[in-house]
């Protein structure tokens, strides 16, 4: 059995976890600095990047201290080497290449899209390769086609805005504070769906890729007509992205090769409404529905540090090299 460190630090979580090959999850940790950066209604990077440095080194320690464990039990330090922020990647990558090289045990430099594509492995044993994967967070909006651990096969992105995206900028909007997903999601509770006329891009076209840019605005319009209500337009948006996201979803099932399990992952699958939607759709399908739980949707290090077991369990697995330079862009 292994132990990896995972360490990640691409946005706005100073994250560490101790994971093992067996799936269990020692230790683990994660600071958001969502006050840090609630004043000006997103992350800014330079405010994260310095609280990464700040929090990260005391925070490896106690995840080790949590576990009983020392550095000398880690079999590999995994850390996300991008895409992100630049300064929070290179906190926490440069911290794991000291880690390896102290203790003397390989580098894993961890896309942060693997980890999250990886990380319903972690949570069901059951789940095998190949899955279809909806990946839907704050920067990304994809379908992929996971194959194998390595091999993500793209079949759709989004020409515009990610979902999680959408989620915040219709918070700002409605002056609901950020992060906007889970506030959108408690008010989108008490309003009517169909009470404000929104529309769905791309709803129905050839290629399922999403676009969610007209949508926003036409949430700032409806807003600025001063016609709805807050909940009205916060339920009728979630249903607009609803209705999109399953169209888009369903377009891209059609166009390939059967699997047996629809997976969804990012900080936007743990939103209620869109699990229970998404196994609706599995379930028409004949597909088993697999969704990690919430804590291990929106971003955390234990995924990283299971993107690390994935690696290290390959049979042609080679360590990061200690040069391994931090992406900005890194597509899967
Ligand atoms: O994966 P993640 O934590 O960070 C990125 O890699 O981007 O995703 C964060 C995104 C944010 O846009 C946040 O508003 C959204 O996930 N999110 C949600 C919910 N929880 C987080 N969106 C809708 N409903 C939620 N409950
Ligand atoms: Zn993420």
Not at 60 to 74: K, N, S
Not at 193 to 215: C, D, I, K, N, T
Not at 243 to 248: K, N, Q, S, W
Request: proline fraction near 7%; glycine fraction near 8%; aromatic fraction near 4%.
């Amino acid at each position: 059995m292994g132990v990896v460190l995972g360490i990640e630090s691409s946005c706005d979580e100073t994250a560490a976890a101790l994971v093992t090959s067996s799936r269990e999850v020692l230790s683990q940790r994660i600071a958001s600095q969502d006050e840090a950066h609630a004043p000006y209604g997103g992350v800014v990077p330079e405010i994260a990047a310095r609280a990464h440095a700040e929090r990260l080194a005391p925070m490896i320690a106690e995840v080790l201290e949590d576990a009983g464990l020392t550095l000398d039990d880690c079999d590999a330090i995994a850390a996300t080497a991008g895409p992100g922020l630049i300064g929070g990647v290179m906190v926490g990558l440069v911290s794991a290449k000291a880690l390896a090289m102290a203790g003397d045990v390989p580098l894993i430099a961890i896309n942060h899209l693997e980890g999250h594509a990886l990380s319903p492995r972690l949570a069901d044993p059951e789940l095998a390769f190949p899955y279809a994967l909806l990946l839907v967070s704050g920067g990304h909006c994809q379908i992929l086609l996971v194959e194998e651990v390595g091999r993500y096969h793209r079949l759709a992105t989004t020409i515009d805005d990610a979902l999680g995206e959408a989620f915040d900028k219709t918070a700002k909007i409605l002056r609901l504070g950020f992060p906007g997903g889970p506030a959108v999601e408690r008010l989108a509770r008490e309003g009517d769906a169909a009470a404000v006329p929104l529309p769905r891009p791309l709803f129905g076209s050839a290629e399922p890729h999403f676009s969610f840019a007209g949508l926003k605005s036409a949430v700032l319009r409806a807003h600025e007509s001063g016609q709805y209500d807050a909940v009205d337009i916060a339920a009728s948006f979630q249903q607009a992205a609803l209705d999109c996201v399953l169209d888009r979803l369903s377009r891209a099932l059609d166009a390939m090769e059967p699997v047996p399990a629809l997976v969804v992952a990012g900080g936007v699958a743990a939103n209620a409404s869109i699990r229970v939607a998404l196994e609706g759709l599995a379930t028409s399908r004949g597909m088993r529905f697999v969704a990690p739980p919430p804590k291990l949707c929106t971003d955390n290090a234990a995924m990283i540090a299971w993107a690390g077991c994935e690696r290290l369990a390959l049979p042609d697995f080679a360590a990061d090299p200690l040069d391994f330079v931090a992406r900005p862009r890194w597509p899967l």
